[in-house]
């Protein structure tokens, strides 16, 4: 019996008798015929709030009798087909009583597709057995590096990613010592954290994952290096068709940014940065805002600070947000860094965007270790906004 979107005619109709709804039948008192081209013929029953369902090939006696050929029949039921074109079209006739027919469609739940299970042991299989397909040898030119995993519980194991002369290979060992080692306490969590399901951060955080070496390495060159895991379970149901118009939303007013941030935006355009300083305490603030956040006065003096200094703090970003004033979400990935200007000191950082070719050569820097020195790279044509800084880039 043939296959149509993984589901067969006799699928459906074995599913009927438990996704039959006798709330729906309480006027029914009828036979319904289907007759379906190559697959055979059945029969539906339906009488005092229940049903009976045979496949025979006699269907005299029925009210109504639908033939359809197998395809139509199960893609009408799984959704696949719409149902009133696949009537205007003729792919399916309703012969009798057209009216008693229409009946049966409050007679059962909807048919859904059944989705198969995979277990920890075969999603783990399946990654590591793709890692090689995924690898892009083009991004690894001139790298050598050992990325290990430990995954932990009944269902884990170890394995080993080699990256050399651009050849990447897996075995099921840890051998010598990894660039970076990532550990799961358990291997399911590995599996939710690949399929999206869990955060790096929050696993991180709760203790029951942990990345020891170069942590660099890992955050930043292993998305460059594989496409991303495709669940293998993920094409079972055709995904909703989306319709969208890309329009930018113009809202007719302006807003005042106030003298303070002004002032910031204004030097921009002469290429230089301001941060202002608190009168009690002598911190800079920077962004400048117009009351210190620590003494509660107001900041009125403003000094130049940079424009290079160090990155103290990087995100990488693989899923960006759609901006909520345009619906233009930005390309992938990125770096979202903190720079501690020259002049500047604590955590009075300007966080903006590490040229994207770069991102993983930028080191983080905290306590005693410097970071990266960055310089701005500015627009030709400013007009005072953020963004009259384009990017920051490596100060070579």
Request: glycine share 10%.
């Amino acid at each position: 019996m043939a296959e149509y979107w993984g589901v067969t005619v006799a699928d459906i109709f074995n599913s009927m008798p438990e996704r039959f709804r006798p709330e729906g039948a309480k006027d029914v008192a009828a036979a319904f015929g289907y007759d379906i081209k190559g697959e055979g013929k059945w029969r539906l029953t339906v009488k005092n709030d229940a049903m009976a369902l045979e496949q025979t090939d006699d269907l005299s006696g029925c009210v109504a009798t639908m033939a359809a050929d197998g395809e139509t029949f199960v893609g009408v039921n799984v959704g696949q087909v719409d149902a009133t074109n696949a009537f205007m079209s003729g792919k399916f006739i309703i012969e009798g009583d057209m009216a008693a027919f229409g009946k049966t469609g409050r007679l059962f739940r909807k048919f859904v597709l059944a989705q198969k299970e995979m277990t920890t042991k075969e999603y783990l299989a399946d990654m590591f057995a793709t890692i090689a397909g995924r690898f892009k040898p083009d991004e690894a030119d001139g790298l050598e590096a050992s990325f290990a995993f430990a995954l932990g519980g009944a269902e884990g194991g170890q394995w080993s990613v080699f990256i050399k002369d651009k050849v990447c290979t897996v075995t099921t060992t840890i051998e010598g010592k990894p660039t970076v080692t990532l550990e799961f306490n358990d291997a399911r969590d590995y599996v939710d954290f690949i399929l999206g399901k869990i955060d790096a951060q929050s696993i991180l955080a709760s203790g029951k994952a942990a990345a020891k070496g170069d942590i660099n390495m890992m955050a930043a060159k292993w998305p460059l290096l594989f496409e991303k895991y495709k669940d293998p379970l993920g094409g079972n149901v055709k995904e909703q068709e989306l319709l969208t118009l890309k329009k930018t939303i113009s809202i007719n007013q302006r807003f005042a940014t106030g003298p303070v941030m002004g002032r910031f935006l204004r030097g921009l355009k002469d290429k230089k940065i301001y941060a202002n300083q608190c009168p009690r305490c002598g911190r800079l603030q920077l962004p400048p805002r117009e009351v210190c956040a620590e003494c509660r006065v107001r900041a009125a003096d403003f000094v130049e600070v940079g424009p290079k200094g160090e990155v103290r703090y990087m995100d990488v970003v693989y899923y960006a947000m759609p901006d909520p004033l345009t619906g233009v979400a930005r390309e992938t990935p990125y770096g979202s860094i903190n720079i501690l200007l020259d002049g500047c000191k604590g955590n009075e950082t300007l966080p903006h965007f590490i040229r994207k070719d770069q991102i993983e050569k930028i080191q983080m820097g905290w306590n005693e270790l410097k970071g990266t020195r960055v310089r701005p790279v500015w627009e030709e044509n400013r007009s005072g906004d953020i963004w009259d800084i384009q990017y920051f880039e490596i100060d070579e």
